[in-house]
């Protein structure tokens, strides 16, 4: 498995990594599922504080307890949630931010974190008091290195400019251009990666894409019609071969543009798990494919989340 450098920070991630959201709390297929992922060579795991209110993070921590060496751990805070009420608020607060690390690592145990990301944010926070807070975790060494999660171009500049962050977590994939239109450049020339959240967009760009976008995209995607996102899939399915199967060229997509440090991909299932780790055996992507690709597709812009 390949790595690639997180920013500037000594943090060296696998190429694809594994989504910890869809693990459910079946503790017993979650440990396999994470165990076989490492197995395969991936090292990043990403959680966070939300997820199933506190029970994916216990989870995780569990499953590698024995092997916390071996993995590079993401979570992620700014989410101030109520586990009996199963409701939250936002609150990117330092108070909130340094309370949540706590709990975190109670819940993973662990003495350390080494991705901590805020889960969302507007251009509306308190962003210096929220980069105070994580600058505090680091210098008390709770924190290796902390990024965002945001599809927010104006927020990911604000926090590009006046925080040492070395990580942006964004949805991108063959459907979602976006971040190629706007932010992936200017993230690459400030030495910042990103992390691929959703390659394979709910399962669109997976094997079985045309069948997925019958049962959940009536509606559309984004910029496309329910009938364009059908006869997209149908199209790539033309890609699909025992070189390169659609999960994988979904992987390898995202992961073209030197900006782009991991896929992060979920799995609710061995089988899923399995599917997507095909991209380890996979026939290189040429510059000829990612052009066909690219022609198929939209060059979609930020236009709500700014």
């Given at each position: 498995?390949?790595?690639?450098?997180?920013?500037?920070?000594?943090?060296?991630?696998s190429?694809?990594?594994?989504?910890?959201?869809?693990?459910?709390?079946?503790?017993?297929?979650?440990?396999?599922?994470?165990?076989?992922?490492?197995?395969?060579?991936?090292?990043?795991?990403?959680?966070?504080?939300?997820?199933?209110?506190?029970?994916?993070?216990?989870?995780?921590?569990?499953?590698?307890?024995?092997?916390?060496?071996?993995?590079?751990l993401?979570?992620?805070?700014?989410?101030?949630?109520?586990?009996?009420?199963?409701?939250?608020?936002?609150?990117?607060?330092?108070?909130?931010?340094?309370?949540?690390?706590?709990?975190?690592?109670?819940?993973l145990?662990?003495?350390?974190?080494d991705?901590?990301?805020?889960?969302?944010?507007?251009?509306?926070?308190?962003?210096?008091?929220?980069i105070?807070?994580?600058?505090?975790?680091?210098?008390?060494?709770?924190?290796?290195?902390?990024?965002?999660?945001?599809?927010?171009?104006?927020v990911?500049?604000?926090?590009?400019?006046?925080?040492?962050?070395?990580?942006?977590?964004?949805?991108?994939?063959?459907?979602?251009?976006?971040?190629?239109?706007?932010?992936?450049?200017?993230?690459?020339?400030?030495?910042?990666?990103?992390?691929?959240?959703?390659?394979?967009?709910?399962?669109?760009?997976?094997?079985?894409?045309?069948?997925?976008?019958?049962?959940?995209?009536?509606?559309?995607?984004?910029?496309?019609?329910?009938?364009?996102?059908?006869?997209?899939?149908?199209?790539?399915?033309?890609?699909?071969?025992?070189?390169?199967t659609?999960?994988?060229?979904?992987?390898?997509y995202?992961?073209?543009?030197?900006?782009?440090?991991?896929?992060?991909?979920?799995?609710?299932?061995?089988?899923?798990?399995?599917?997507?780790?095909?991209?380890?055996?996979?026939?290189?992507?040429?510059?000829?494919?990612?052009?066909?690709?690219?022609?198929?597709?939209?060059?979609?812009?930020?236009?709500?989340?700014?």
């Amino acid at each position: 498995m390949n790595k690639r450098q997180l920013g500037s920070s000594d943090l060296h991630i696998s190429e694809i990594s594994l989504g910890c959201m869809n693990l459910g709390t079946d503790e017993h297929k979650a440990k396999n599922m994470i165990e076989r992922a490492l197995e395969a060579g991936i090292n990043y795991l990403d959680t966070a504080d939300l997820y199933d209110f506190g029970e994916n993070e216990k989870i995780v921590g569990k499953a590698i307890k024995h092997r916390r060496e071996d993995v590079i751990l993401g979570s992620k805070v700014g989410n101030h949630f109520d586990k009996e009420k199963k409701d939250w608020f936002w609150d990117p607060s330092k108070d909130h931010i340094k309370e949540g690390v706590k709990e975190s690592l109670r819940r993973l145990n662990t003495d350390y974190i080494d991705l901590y990301q805020l889960h969302g944010g507007t251009i509306e926070d308190n962003i210096g008091e929220t980069i105070e807070a994580f600058e505090d975790l680091k210098q008390e060494g709770l924190i290796r290195e902390y990024g965002i999660s945001s599809i927010r171009p104006n927020v990911i500049r604000e926090y590009a400019e006046r925080s040492s962050m070395v990580s942006v977590m964004m949805q991108y994939n063959i459907f979602d251009r976006r971040p190629e239109e706007e932010i992936l450049d200017y993230l690459y020339q400030n030495n910042i990666s990103v992390l691929a959240r959703g390659p394979l967009a709910k399962g669109m760009l997976s094997d079985n894409g045309a069948k997925v976008v019958e049962s959940k995209a009536n509606d559309g995607f984004l910029d496309y019609n329910y009938e364009e996102m059908l006869a997209l899939a149908e199209k790539l399915e033309d890609y699909s071969s025992e070189e390169r199967t659609l999960n994988a060229l979904a992987l390898q997509y995202v992961l073209h543009h030197p900006a782009i440090a991991t896929a992060v991909f979920g799995a609710s299932s061995l089988k899923q798990l399995e599917d997507n780790l095909r991209f380890l055996e996979a026939k290189p992507l040429t510059e000829q494919i990612f052009g066909e690709i690219q022609a198929l597709t939209k060059p979609i812009t930020y236009q709500k989340h700014r």
